[in-house]
């Protein structure tokens, strides 16, 4: 399985951004995908998670109301919508496969995501 990140950028606070990861894989629904981010100095922390088939989702407290996470099975991809960025949303983001998820599970734990792709870097400034 392979994970390719993309979509992100320098943008002004209040700006939007949409992370794309475009999985490869032939059984796109057998992974719960997430997307992580970590600031330097700060340890790896998820930002929001998707179950398989899209029946649950999960969205960090931090960024709850402002980002939203979705996947499309016809193009492999999961997104992660970004709305009113604020300074501390700077960070190197990556999205993660967890090969082992139930139907309807989302993980918040790194060790539980096996794949991951390289990150996509954030950063929103005043």
Do not use: H
Not at 45 to 61: H, K, N, Q, W
């Amino acid at each position: 399985v392979q994970l390719q990140a993309s979509g992100g950028g320098s943008v002004q606070a209040g700006a939007s951004l949409r992370l794309s990861c475009v999985v490869s894989a032939l059984m796109f629904d057998k992974y719960a995908i997430g997307w992580f981010r970590q600031a330097p100095g700060k340890e790896r922390e998820i930002v929001a998670g998707i179950s398989r088939g899209a029946v649950r989702t999960y969205v960090g407290d931090s960024v709850n109301g402002r980002f939203t996470i979705s996947r499309d099975k016809n193009k492999n991809t999961v997104y992660l919508q970004m709305n009113n960025l604020k300074l501390e949303d700077t960070a190197l983001y990556y999205c993660a496969a967890d090969s082992n998820a139930r139907w309807a599970a989302v993980s918040t734990a790194v060790r539980q995501y096996d794949f991951w792709g390289q990150g996509t870097q954030v950063t929103v400034s005043s």
